[in-house]
């Protein structure tokens, strides 16, 4: 009797502010033979996914590798699923697969790219620390009960 071992990679990753839930499954030689991208609408949506996932591909026991720490301790109670805790490195074909499809996610849940905040100029930066000195010093510097 032969052993057949899936594996499915799977992370939370984010596109700008948006989470997605990202699967990989690679069969028992290690190739790639699904990729899944969804939202993600919590962790029970997730393990709801892996175990379709497990039906589709017709196992009833597989192995699943995670970096995150919630996810993981979730599927520790679904039955059939050997799951581990990976370090980043090892579970890094999620976030490829996220960048891979970055562009094509932002067009189809129509999401807006998020834009860095200029950066405070140096004059302001002086002003402020100034400001806060002086509050500090009509407040008492934490002598009195009252804050400001």
Request: charged share 25%; aromatic share 10%; net charge negative.
């Amino acid at each position: 009797m032969q052993i057949v071992t899936y594996l499915i990679v799977t992370n939370v990753e984010r596109v700008d502010v948006t989470d997605f839930i990202v699967a990989n499954i690679y069969d028992d030689t290690g190739q790639l033979i699904d990729q899944t991208i969804q939202l993600f609408k919590g962790y029970k949506a997730a393990i709801d996914l892996i175990r379709s996932e497990m039906y589709v591909i017709n196992q009833p026991h597989f192995e699943v590798w995670t970096s995150d720490k919630q996810l993981y301790v979730d599927l520790l109670a679904v039955p059939g699923v050997a799951v581990s805790l990976k370090h980043s490195d090892q579970t890094q074909d999620t976030r490829r697969a996220i960048k891979q499809e970055a562009d094509l996610l932002r067009e189809i849940y129509e999401l807006v790219p998020v834009e860095p905040l200029p950066k405070l100029p140096k004059w302001r930066k002086w002003l402020y620390s100034k400001l806060l000195k002086i509050t500090q010093l009509i407040g008492g510097n934490g002598k009195y009960d009252n804050q400001i």
